[in-house]
């Protein structure tokens, strides 16, 4: 477990210390937007603000250099069926971080983007954008193993958590006709 909370206690940190942060710039980004005269400026805000907030300590996690094992592992399935030997706790690091690190992408694009209220589109960005991390993780030589498997959990948690806020995505909302 001493190397779980290696892991995990650098985001459980980060994200503790930067709630109020997030807190401030939610304030002051909602009252800049509604002074503005934008629609929804509370609920773009939340959404902005969650999702940087959110997703950053797993990117920096996922982009600090490792000494565990290295390579690239390009046919699906087939690292999660290496993990059906790990102890459960490997195996709940592994499958719940990667479930993780897009949640609050995956649950507040949809909520902040009427364009992007599809569960296909929030696949599309969070595949995207677990691509470009496994391909920074191999080219930056940062000690980690680059895997298809890992794009294909990280796309799923997006998509999960995007299923968990749908009541609130900014395509169920009527539009607020602005004046210009």
Do not use: C, K, Y
Not at 63 to 70: A, F, I, M
Not at 155 to 171: D, K
Request: avoid cysteine.
């Amino acid at each position: 477990m001493a190397r779980t909370w290696e892991l995990w206690g650098t985001v459980i940190i980060a994200g503790t210390f930067a709630l109020p942060l997030a807190l401030l710039a939610i304030l002051l980004l909602s009252r800049h937007r509604a002074r503005a005269g934008r629609p929804a400026a509370l609920r773009t805000s939340i959404a902005d603000v969650g999702i940087v907030a959110g997703t950053t300590p797993w990117i920096w996690m996922i982009l600090t250099p490792s000494t565990g094992r290295t390579g690239v592992g390009l046919v699906p399935f087939t690292d999660l069926a290496d993990l059906a030997a790990a102890p459960w706790e490997a195996v709940l690091v592994q499958v719940g971080g990667n479930l993780l690190v897009f949640a609050a992408l995956g649950a507040l694009l949809p909520v902040r983007s009427r364009a992007m209220s599809s569960t296909v589109r929030v696949a599309a960005v969070a595949a995207a954008f677990s691509v470009l991390v496994e391909v920074l993780q191999h080219a930056l030589r940062l000690g980690r193993f680059s895997s298809v498997d890992d794009v294909i959990l990280n796309t799923t948690g997006a998509v999960i958590f995007a299923l968990v806020t749908r009541r609130w995505w900014a395509g169920r909302i009527p539009a607020v006709t602005v004046s210009r």
